[in-house]
């Protein structure tokens, strides 16, 4: 492969070719010889080996949590999903560049909070490693699980509960065994939903419908199961993006089971 | 309640559009000093009424066995309020929660044990409030006056109506027995509906996604 500063040389040769041919005065056809460009390096991985739960290393706070997936909508390409303990969400599309590199654009939305940031971030990764570092090394992430497989609606069958603003509000929802979601707040709100489990990856496609005497607003995204381990109970986390035109919007409700 | 006091509650004009009757805090066509199971109360406009005895005055009005507000002389059952107090805001309220004219204390007898009671509050309009508010056992606030919990919040002329459903003996109940009597902690209060308002809680299992 051509260092950069050999390249620098050829180009700077070719220039000057090119000046003496055309100041030669010969009044021939002379053209200058054609450099060819560097040839594109070869990605050393494509976007669709990402695909896994990626953490942050212990002790980095606030833990971050990234999950790649092949883009549900069926088109080609990746969708990072990411929820950090401070319950920001984010969801980005993930592509590759050059050897190693890796572009991550997309929208983040604070907790609790209506409106949202644009993300864009360049990383790279290193699959030998299962290492992947985003927002120019800002985020580093480890790969635990490739979430190969399928969602499994068993899992998500039952009674969960969560609770929001310091136990000020709770929720009580039913998964049932076609996956629909039913159940209120105790704010009076109502909620339905859906869950549907993925054939291509570990994890289930999640949409809401919350309808309060205020309104009723749409969400959609992805959920993630883990089965009760000891004494703590199995545990539902769902992400999602309200359906509007400007995505205004996101929940993250992390369930546990009753 | 001294019958006069009840004569100051600003009318509700009734719906049917009837003659406005004065001392008819739901619109029900008779004056509520006549009715045992429709109480219109003066509180005091503060959150706390014990350190604000003199706040401006504004009118609660409590209808027991309530259909939209009104007294349901169909059913087989009634209802009677035995008494309406003001109380102050609990202390450790949520910060989202607002609740403006305090704790809504009131006892209504159902007569039945078990039963399960519809009633109705209202209140000026222009208070700011999103439901009726009380303590579950779980320990957080639950808005009654939902359709998740049967209940509904609409406006009626100039006024805010609030039903919702209480049973004898039920989680509601703070006396904690069916016996006929029902005994209510609540609070015309506000808090953000939509769980987009606020951050969750981490679970006791920890953090999962």
């Known amino acids: 492969m051509m260092n950069t500063s050999t390249f620098k040389g050829l180009m700077a040769m070719g ?15 002379l053209e200058p010889t054609p450099i060819n460009p560097a040839p594109a390096p070869t990605p050393s991985f494509t976007a669709a080996q990402l695909q896994g739960r990626w953490v942050t290393a212990t002790g980095i706070e606030p833990q971050q949590v990234a999950l790649v997936l092949p883009t549900a909508s069926g088109s080609d390409g ?3 999903w990411a929820l950090g303990t401070d319950f920001k969400v984010a969801r980005l599309s993930l592509g590759t560049t050059g050897v190693d590199g890796l572009t991550a654009q997309g929208k983040q939305w604070g907790a609790g909070q209506t409106g949202s940031q644009v993300l864009g971030y360049a990383g790279s990764a290193n699959l030998v490693q299962n290492t992947m570092m985003l927002n120019n ?18 899992d998500a069958v039952g009674v969960w509960a969560a609770r929001f603003g310091g136990s000020a509000v709770a929720v009580n929802w039913t998964v049932s065994a076609d996956g629909a979601i039913s159940g209120p707040s ?5 909620y ?24 009723t607003k749409s969400f959609a995204g992805v959920a993630t199961h883990r089965a009760a381990a000891g004494s703590a109970p199995a545990a539902l986390t769902l992400v999602v993006v309200s359906t509007d035109a400007a995505e205004t919007s996101a929940l993250a409700v992390l369930l546990n089971k009753n | 309640m001294p019958e006069l006091v009840e004569n100051f509650v600003p009318s509700l004009p009734p719906a049917s559009g009837g003659l406005v009757v004065t001392g008819d805090g739901n619109g029900d066509g008779m004056a509520d000093r006549l009715q045992t199971d429709v109480v219109s109360v003066p509180f005091r406009n503060t959150p706390q009424v014990s350190q604000h005895p003199y706040a401006p005055v504004v009118f609660v009005t409590l209808v027991a066995g ?31 929660l607002d609740m403006p004219l305090g704790v809504i204390g009131f006892t209504a007898n159902v007569g039945t044990a078990r039963t399960e009671e519809t009633f109705s509050l209202y209140v000026g309009a222009g208070t700011s409030v999103n439901g009726y508010w009380v303590l579950g056992n779980a320990g957080v606030w639950v808005n009654l006056a ?21 049973v004898d003996g039920g989680e509601f109940d703070t006396n904690n027995m069916a016996d006929g009597v029902i005994t209510a902690q609540g ?23």
């Open chain 1, 15 to 29: 220039a000057l070719s090119a000046l003496v041919a055309c100041g030669s005065g010969s009044g021939g056809s």
């Open chain 1, 78 to 80: 990746m969708t990072l």
């Open chain 1, 137 to 154: 090394g800002a985020l580093q992430l480890n790969r635990t699980d490739n979430l190969t497989g399928s969602g499994q609606l068993s």
């Open chain 1, 186 to 190: 105790t704010t009076g709100c109502t």
């Open chain 1, 192 to 215: 339905t939903g859906q869950l549907r489990p993925r054939t291509d990856v570990k994890v289930y496609q999640a949409s809401v419908v919350e309808t309060c005497s205020t309104g």
């Open chain 2, 66 to 96: 309530s259909t939209q507000g009104k007294v349901d002389t169909t059913g087989s059952t009634s209802a009677a309020l035995a008494s309406v107090v003001q109380q102050d805001a609990p202390a450790n309220l949520p910060a989202a």
């Open chain 2, 146 to 166: 939902s359709a998740a919990y049967g209940g509904a919040m609409v406006q009626e002329g100039d006024k805010l109506r609030l039903d919702f459903k209480l």
């Open chain 2, 187 to 209: 609070g015309l209060a506000h808090m953000p509906l939509s769980l987009v308002g606020y951050t969750p809680d981490m679970p006791v299992s920890g953090f999962w996604f």
